[in-house]
């Protein structure tokens, strides 16, 4: 079955920078569109950024510049380079994949940046 599994998080300071990796399973990732959402304590789910099968890569506003997607078609992973963190980034980040109609989500990933 599909499995999206992701890794990366951690306790960061204003200014830093962390790379998100997902690990999928499961199903053809090579020619899947993949996305980052995150969602920060007592906010809905946001999305963050999405890389097509074919490489382009598309931003949400607050990450525009700051992030960059990329995905290893080798390695069936998607990364989320993340620079210049923001208090404001914090929240777990999750992968995301539609796959025959259905949504995949994986189980998220903490950033926590401190000012």
């Known amino acids: 079955q599909v499995q999206l599994v992701e890794s990366g998080g951690n306790f960061v300071q204003s200014g830093g920078s962390l790379t998100l990796s997902c690990a999928a399973s499961?199903?053809?990732?090579?020619?899947?569109?993949m996305r980052w959402y995150r969602q920060a304590p007592g906010q809905p789910r946001e999305f963050v950024a999405e890389?097509?099968?074919?490489?382009?890569?598309n931003y949400a506003e607050p990450v525009k510049g700051r992030f960059t997607i990329s995905r290893g078609n080798d390695k069936n992973t998607v990364y989320l380079q993340m620079n210049n963190l923001k208090p404001g980034d914090t929240g777990n980040y999750y992968c995301?994949?539609?796959?025959?109609?259905?949504?995949?989500w994986g189980q998220g990933t903490l950033v926590s940046v401190s000012s």
């Open positions: 995301w994949s539609l796959v025959a109609t259905r949504e995949h």
């Open positions: 499961g199903f053809m990732f090579s020619i899947y569109a």
């Open positions: 890389i097509s099968d074919y490489g382009k890569t």
